[in-house]
C-alpha cells in the first residue's frame, strides 16, 4: 500500500513519461521577492522564512554546482540519471530576462537536465517570461511554472500579507494557459482564519479556472517570522495531523484524477521549524494520507467537483494508468 496506488503523483507522471527515475534538483538563483523589497512589502508573508525550504539563501552558489550536489545525493538514494531544474526559493520569474534567461540556460545546458520547474508568484509572471518557458518546451523541454496561490480568498490573502488578491492568480493561468505551458499550484492548509470548507472551495475555483499539477502544504510555523509571533502569543494555533491528513485526503478525492500532485505535505528543518513539530515527519504523514484513503476505500477523483463530469471517460482511462507501477512503489 503506497501513495501512488490511490494519487496520481508526480514521480509516477514522470516515469510513464520519460520510463525511467527523474528527480527534481532544487535550484536557489539568489532572487528576492516584490513582497520582501519594498515594492509591495517589507518582510514578506507572514509565514515566509525561505530557510525552510532554501538553505543556502543568502548566498547561492552557482546553478551548475548546485546541480552537481543535488545528483551527488540522488545518486545515493536512488540512482536517477536524469533531472528536472526546479527553480525555487522566493520568486523565479522576479527579474530581467536576460537575467533569466541565463540562469535557465544555465541549468538546461546540463546534459541530464530535461527541464525546469519555475517557482513564483502569480502577480510576477510577465508576457516575457511566459514566451520565454514557451520557447523551451518547443524545444522539446519539459517545463512547469509553479504558482504560490496558498488561497483562493483575498481576505486570508490579505491576512497572511501575501501583496496579491485571486485576480492576479486568474490573470496568470489564462495567460500561462494560453501558450499550453502546464501548471503547479501551491494550496496551503491550516492558513490562519480558514477551515475546512475553506480548502475545498479553494480547490474547487483553482479547478474551475484549470490546472494540470497541485501541491499541498501544512502551515509551518518557523522562525524569525510574523506567523511565529502569533503562535507564541496564542492567535495562531497550527493543525493536528490528523486534521491536515483528513482535509488532504478530501481535497485529492475531489481532484480530477489526470491532475498531478506534485506534493501533498512539506518538511522544513528542525533548526527552524517550531510547530507543528509533525511537519518534521514527511513519511509518517504521508503513510497517514495513504492510510487515510485506503479506509476510505477511495482514490483521486473518487468525488468529483465543481468541474462535475469534466472529462468522465478521459477520467475513466486515466484512472487505469495511474495505479502503481509495481516495480517502482513509493515514488512522490
Known amino acids: 500500500m503506497v501513495l501512488s496506488d490511490y494519487v496520481n503523483t508526480f514521480g509516477q507522471y514522470l516515469l510513464r513519461r520519460y520510463r525511467e527515475r527523474v528527480h527534481k534538483l532544487t535550484i536557489n538563483a ?3 521577492c516584490p513582497n520582501r523589497d519594498g515594492t509591495k512589502g517589507r518582510g514578506g508573508c507572514t509565514f515566509c522564512n525561505n530557510v525552510s525550504f532554501s538553505p543556502n539563501a543568502r548566498c547561492p552558489p552557482p ?3 548546485q546541480l552537481e550536489s543535488g545528483r ?3 545518486a545515493k538514494r536512488t ?3 536524469r533531472f528536472i531544474a526546479y527553480f525555487q526559493a522566493y520568486t523565479n520569474t522576479y527579474a530581467d530576462i536576460q537575467h533569466l534567461a541565463s540562469l535557465y540556460e544555465e541549468a538546461l545546458a546540463e546534459p541530464d537536465v530535461v527541464g525546469l520547474s519555475i517557482g513564483t508568484r502569480p502577480d510576477c509572471v510577465s508576457e516575457e517570461v511566459l514566451d520565454l518557458l514557451a520557447s523551451y518546451q518547443k524545444r522539446g523541454y519539459e517545463i512547469w511554472l509553479e504558482l504560490g496561490l496558498q488561497s483562493a480568498f483575498d481576505s486570508t490573502l490579505e491576512r497572511i500579507q501575501r501583496g496579491h488578491g485571486f485576480a492576479e492568480y486568474q490573470q496568470a493561468v489564462v495567460a500561462t494557459r494560453q501558450r499550453g505551458i502546464p501548471i503547479c499550484t501551491h494550496l496551503i492548509i491550516g492558513l490562519p482564519g480558514e477551515e475546512r470548507s475553506h480548502n ?4 474547487d475555483r483553482v479547478l474551475e479556472l484549470g490546472v494540470e499539477g497541485l501541491k499541498l502544504h501544512p502551515l509551518h510555523v518557523v522562525k524569525h517570522t510574523i506567523l511565529a509571533k502569533q503562535w507564541r502569543q496564542g492567535t495562531y ?7 491536515y491528513v483528513s482535509i ?3 481535497m485529492i478525492e475531489r481532484t480530477p484524477p489526470d491532475i498531478v500532485y506534485h506534493r501533498v505535505t512539506a518538511t522544513a528543518s528542525m533548526a527552524i521549524l517550531q510547530a507543528p513539530i509533525w511537519c518534521h515527519k514527511k513519511w509518517a504523514v504521508l503513510n497517514a494520507i495513504t492510510a487515510e484513503l485506503h479506509r476510505r476505500n477511495s482514490e483521486q477523483g473518487e468525488k468529483g467537483s465543481v468541474q462535475g463530469e469534466r472529462g468522465a471517460v478521459q477520467g475513466e482511462r486515466v484512472k487505469k494508468k495511474v495505479k502503481r507501477i509495481s516495480d517502482v512503489s513509493g515514488m512522490i
Request: aromatic residues 4%; hydrophobic residues 50%.
Open 79 to 81: 540512482g536517477a540519471q
Open 72 to 74: 551527488q545525493v540522488i
Open 63 to 65: 546553478v551548475a554546482t
Open 248 to 250: 488532504a485526503a478530501d
Open 237 to 243: 494555533q497550527p493543525l493536528e495531523m490528523s486534521t
Open 30 to 32: 539568489g532572487f528576492t
Open 200 to 203: 475545498l472551495v479553494t480547490l
